[in-house]
């Protein structure tokens, strides 16, 4: 029975770790789908951007923090 106390802190530690992939994946699947949005943009004309009122050089902006509300 000598082992019995080790298998709730070897639970918190693996509930740790997943929750650290968990965020892992999460941050790369967010950098991914703005890096898509980045290059979707980017690859409109300056006539098409102006249609949505973005201007290329808020791009990277525009994907990060979203458009400010009218």
Do not use: C, K, W
């Amino acid at each position: 029975m000598p082992t019995t106390y080790l298998i709730a802190p070897r639970r918190r530690r693996a509930a740790r770790l997943l929750g650290l992939f968990a965020a892992l994946a999460t941050y790369l699947a967010r950098a991914r789908e703005r890096r898509q949005a980045s290059n979707a943009l980017y690859n409109l004309s300056d006539h098409q951007l102006r249609d949505i009122g973005v201007s290329r050089a808020e791009i990277d902006h525009v994907i990060r923090h979203g458009r400010p509300r009218d």
